[in-house]
């Protein structure tokens, strides 16, 4: 099995104070030992970002250069993902920033790229609304069918924390209803923490369907993006299954929250123990 992380374990473009760009954090999980990496767009979408600009492909190309220069592969993206309630010029920017995201995912050579499921919050439901949530969702996702297969590149839909999506069979369900080969799973093993799933079942379950993993720990209270062993993750026989599908999918750590709050001299370091965590948690399976 192969070990990838998230590019935002190193950058946020958010946090001026710990700001590293994405070619920083290209070179620097290359440098810690990683061979694959989850490029973080949804860090890049902002207003004020280059990737928002109309000059966006020549920051593309220096990301791509880096991508070249390490030989990092990108085995997968995440898409930018907001809050639906905005007002209407803003949802419209956003939803062109998703689709922006879903083609550079595809210059840099992914195959899949990760979206959120619409939470409760941005329905304006309540948890019991199931029937309707599913609807929503299935009306908002059907158009990114279309959008991933012009551009080649599949979209995994990530388990959720909040009022829907929490299960494998929810999410199964909801790629029943869109009946579309264009979309898959992606299982975030610290959202499934928080909402009590069996999670080697869960796994077995989507089978197949499972085309992207976000690894990472927390206390079963909030989403805190450690690395494995710093939480409550029992992540063992979550490996086990993983090992046991047809097709696993990449080890992908999504730990951000390893990171953020130290110092940017310590980063190098964290990033290197983050590589022998990984090593450590397939030795032990």
Known sequence: ???????DIHQDARKAKHFFSLRDAIYACKA????????TLAEHCGHESPFAGTEWLKWLDD?????ADTGLIVNQTHTLFYKHIDDAEELAFKERMVERCIQASALVGAKWTVM???????LNLNAEQKEEAMSRNVDYFRPYGDIARKYGVGIAIENGLSGFYHSAEELMELLARLGDEAFGLCWDTGHANIT???QPASIL????????LHINDNHAQRDEHLLPYMGT????????????LQASPILTFEARGATRILPAAVRPDILRAAVRIGECLLETT
């Not at 099995?1 to 590019?7: A, F, P």
């Not at 959120?116 to 941005?122: K, V």
């Not at 993750?233 to 046991?244: L, M, S, W």
């Open 63 to 67: 990301v791509q250069d880096a991508l």
């Open 116 to 122: 959120h499921i619409l939470r409760t919050i941005d």
């Open 1 to 7: 099995m192969l070990l990838s992380t998230s590019s």
């Open 205 to 212: 379950k989507m089978g197949d369907r499972l085309k992207c």
């Open 196 to 198: 009590g799933q069996d």
């Open 233 to 244: 993750v029992d992540f063992a026989p979550i490996i086990a299954a993983i090992r046991a």
């Open 32 to 39: 810690a030992g990683f061979t694959h990496i989850d490029l």
